[in-house]
């Protein structure tokens, strides 16, 4: 790499600058729009993995150019894309070039969205996306919110603010309940919060993966008879394995007889609010205490954009507010011209924090809720038509139908064993990341292996999904081949 001058105040110049803006977005244009055009999943060689680990911390500037071009060739080269209209492993992220360019103006302008009076237009900004989140749900007036990075941040969020508001902050014997569907990112919230594996109440699923209102009631009333403290539920609006709901208004019910926290996780299916089908697999999505609210994962954002919602927005300055005498001047300022909830340092677990609402506001202004919605439900329509044309292929079980853009299925081997069908079935991904075309993952579902797909890019087309389902159950019957063919042992 070219040796640069030291350039002391750690800027380019106005040139220097445009041009390398120029070039990156024209990179960004080239791959927006053609990802179909890319293997979707890349590997990593031995060499390129020690070179970049390798590299000492350079006492000198290199070009910008130098360090693009290094970049492209080892980084971009070596990552999987989650906006590949044929990446269907875990939740994909499809992302949008209006909310890139947002992310730009957030980094660019380095808005700093923590203090009501240093980042006023900001703060109004992200106050109004996340009334017009809670407005979709169906929460009532009062509500709030706060834009976070992920499903991981807002679910921890969300249950540091039911351990302030309903045990003030004592956990001693307080009890949790969650099925074993529920994402892994519960527990550990609980976790990081102090609580003991054992106030996690596991509750296993029924049949269609949803948690069982019955043995929830029977364990809280164990629960109680022991002197223990049932005090929240950990419920799943679309889990990340099947896309499975857990039934909401009986769950709401049963909290609210018991005095109960619910607590919503909806990181992935909360989107479908947008759709008609808010009122059928969502109905009581409104009565959740807190709700997470993944923005990156079904509403088309770049990583990182979620939201937590709450019933009452005083529960999060209950749960978050600090006082600082370095900030008070701010602070004796902004409480008289709007309150709290627009401190949004006073929200969340973070300090500064940077303006991730302007990508959500952005986009949603310059493509609409009307294309958003019509984008979401596409999402239901393909994982339909994945199904149909599995079940119709004779290769596969279907063993979850689609559900919030998510179907699930196991290979079917010609003699209907058991464990091959497992064996082929988790061998399968990996099969797909070395032929390159389309990339599902696996999960399993009780002692099933099954491959799940996730359907919710708006841009996959029909024939995109047809080719993989042709693909995949080629690889299958490659692999039922060779592990019938292996000597046994
Ligand atoms: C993805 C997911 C999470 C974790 O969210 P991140 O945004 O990845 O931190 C939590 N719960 C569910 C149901 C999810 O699908």
């Not at 957030?106 to 992200?126: K, Q, R």
């Not at 310059?366 to 079940?391: C, D, H, N, P, T």
């Not at 299925?409 to 099969?431: M, V």
Request: charged share 25%.
């Amino acid at each position: 790499m070219r040796k640069m001058p030291p350039r002391e105040q750690i800027k380019l110049d106005g040139d220097e600058m445009r041009a390398m803006g120029y070039r990156i977005i024209d990179m960004l244009v080239d791959y927006t729009g053609a990802q179909a055009q890319f293997p979707v999943t890349r590997a990593l060689d031995q060499v390129t993995f020690d070179e970049i680990l390798s590299e000492p911390m350079p006492e000198a500037g290199s070009s910008w150019e130098d360090v693009l071009e290094q970049f492209e060739r080892q980084v971009l080269t070596t990552i999987d894309h989650l906006d590949h209209p044929r990446f269907f492993a875990y939740i994909p992220s499809s992302s949008n070039f209006v909310s890139v360019m947002a992310d730009t103006l957030a980094s660019g302008y380095n808005i700093f969205n923590s203090l009501y009076p240093l980042g006023t237009g900001a703060a109004i900004v992200e106050r109004l996306c996340i009334r017009w989140l809670c407005k979709l749900c169906g929460m009532p007036e009062g509500a709030g919110g706060v834009f976070v990075s992920g499903g991981s941040v807002a679910n921890l969020s969300g249950l540091a603010v039911a351990r302030q508001v309903l045990l003030n902050g004592d956990m001693r014997d307080a009890v949790i309940y969650a099925s074993d569907q529920a994402h892994f990112v519960i527990a550990r919230g609980l976790r990081i919060l102090g609580f003991a594996p054992e106030q996690l109440r596991e509750i296993p699923s029924d049949e269609d993966f949803r948690l069982p209102v019955a043995d929830l009631e029977r364990a809280i009333a164990e629960d109680k008879a022991a002197g223990k403290r049932p005090f929240c539920v950990a419920a799943t609006a679309g889990t990340t394995n099947t896309g499975a709901v857990d039934p909401l208004p009986q769950l709401a019910d049963l909290c609210e007889r018991e005095g109960l926290w619910l607590h919503v996780d909806g990181a992935y299916g909360a989107s479908a609010c947008v759709t008609e089908h808010r009122k059928m697999e969502l109905a009581g999505i409104e009565r959740a205490h807190s709700l997470t609210w993944d923005a990156h994962k079904w509403m088309f954002q770049p990583v990182e954009c979620s939201a937590l919602l709450v019933q009452d927005r005083h529960w999060l300055s209950a749960t978050f507010k600090d006082t600082a005498h370095f900030l008070s001047d701010a602070d004796a300022h902004s409480q008289e011209e709007v309150g709290e909830e627009m401190n949004f340092m006073y929200q969340g677990i973070q300090l500064t924090r940077y303006f991730r609402a302007l990508k959500f506001w952005m986009s949603v202004k310059v493509f609409g809720m009307a294309a958003m919605r019509q984008a979401i439900e596409r999402g239901f329509k393909l994982a339909e038509l994945a199904e149909s044309l599995l079940r119709k292929s004779g290769s596969w079980e279907i063993v979850t139908p689609a559900q919030l853009a998510i179907v699930t299925f196991q290979y079917k081997p010609a003699d209907g064993d058991e464990a091959l069908a497992n064996r082929i079935t988790d061998e399968l991904s990996g099969a797909m990341a070395a032929n390159g075309f389309a990339f599902a993952s696996t999960t399993k579902l009780g002692d099933k292996t099954v491959m799940r797909m996730c359907t919710n890019n708006p841009r996959t087309t029909d024939a995109d999904l047809r080719q993989t389902i042709t693909i995949m159950s080629r690889l299958g019957a490659n692999l039922e081949k060779q592990l019938l063919d292996a000597p046994a042992g």
